[in-house]
């Protein structure tokens, strides 16, 4: 199968540094998206990694090791609207559809 | 910055009763996609369109569901006969590139169908 792993919630406080983990089968790998996702709301984009390394966008960044099949999303400088789930996504065998993983709860305390 | 919309915004329906849910989608985009997420679970996806036809579907999408682009605006995602089941969150989106795994999707707000 195309199983995506990533803990089920996790807690951080506010203005501090956040790392969410995503594991995933690598056979047929062509792409791996980070999404937000806040309550009875679609998914936003946030970050997408095809080749090995660090991507950064503001106070985001993530980053991908093709060969482990690992990927994480690093949140810094959190704020309280950053509590939301976040989703990873492996793009398979270039088709455009996404495999998401379960999502990351994450909840930014004060 | 435009953005794809999907209507209705929610639906209630009988069990045994069509539904059709309408996207439309960025009008430079190419390839199309449903989604489904049943409250508290993952985002799963359903088919992918390009060129007027399905490109992939999933298990979940068996008979009771079709997808058509009538008139190269509107995408409709239809289900015959609804089971309670089929209860979820239903998401279109759109990519403008080719699916190299280059490009992002954008997501639509999302219709909830709700079956009793």
């Known amino acids: 199968g195309q199983n995506i792993d990533q803990p089920t919630e996790m807690t951080a406080t506010e203005g501090a540094i956040v790392q969410i983990n995503c594991t995933y089968q690598t056979s047929g790998f062509n792409g791996l998206f980070w999404y937000q996702q806040h309550a009875g709301e679609a998914p936003t984009f946030l970050s997408y990694n095809v080749l090995d390394g660090l991507e950064e966008k503001g106070r985001f960044s993530s980053f991908l090791s093709r060969s482990k099949g690992y990927s994480y999303l690093l949140l810094k400088e959190l704020q309280m609207k950053d509590s939301a789930s976040y989703l990873c996504?492996?793009?398979?065998?270039?088709?455009?559809?996404?495999?998401f993983g379960q999502g990351t709860e994450l909840s930014v305390k004060p | 910055e435009p953005e794809v919309t999907q209507t209705p915004s929610h639906q209630v329906t009988q069990m045994g009763q069509e539904v059709i849910l309408r996207c439309v989608p960025i009008s430079n985009h190419l390839y199309f996609y449903w989604y489904r997420q049943i409250l508290g679970q993952k985002v799963e996806f359903l088919v992918s369109?390009?060129?007027?036809?399905?490109?992939?579907k999933s298990e979940i999408f068996d008979d009771q569901f079709s997808v058509e682009r009538p008139d190269g605006s509107n995408f409709t995602l239809k289900i015959r006969s609804t089971k309670l089941e089929d209860s979820a969150m239903y998401f279109c989106?759109?990519?403008?590139?080719?699916?190299?795994?280059?490009?992002?999707?954008?997501f639509g707000p999302g219709t909830r169908l709700t079956v009793t």
């Open positions: 989106a759109g990519l403008a590139g080719a699916p190299m795994g280059s490009y992002e999707q954008y």
């Open positions: 369109f390009y060129n007027n036809e399905i490109s992939e």
């Open positions: 996504a492996v793009e398979y065998n270039q088709g455009g559809k996404l495999i």
